[in-house]
């Protein structure tokens, strides 16, 4: 889904999230440390550093950029 001018972010398998600053042309792995889950929905934080809140079937996870 878009989260910005030019942000997206995209689901893979197993609790995989890309992000693209350029509209999709190039993709860097933003999972960092959630768990390798299937993702059931993600929903960006305005106004945040790339914040996503990423929902699992074991929970809700949080993920900025400033996190590993």
């Not at 989260?3 to 999972?31: C, F, M, Q, R």
């Amino acid at each position: 889904f878009a989260a910005g001018a030019g942000d997206v972010y995209a689901v893979g398998a197993k609790g995989t999230i890309l992000h693209s600053e350029d509209g999709g042309t190039n993709w860097t792995p933003y999972s960092g440390a959630l768990p390798n889950r299937q993702i059931q929905c993600i929903v960006s934080e305005a106004g945040s550093n790339d914040g996503l809140y990423v929902g699992f079937d074991a929970g809700v996870y949080y993920r900025n950029a400033s996190l590993a």
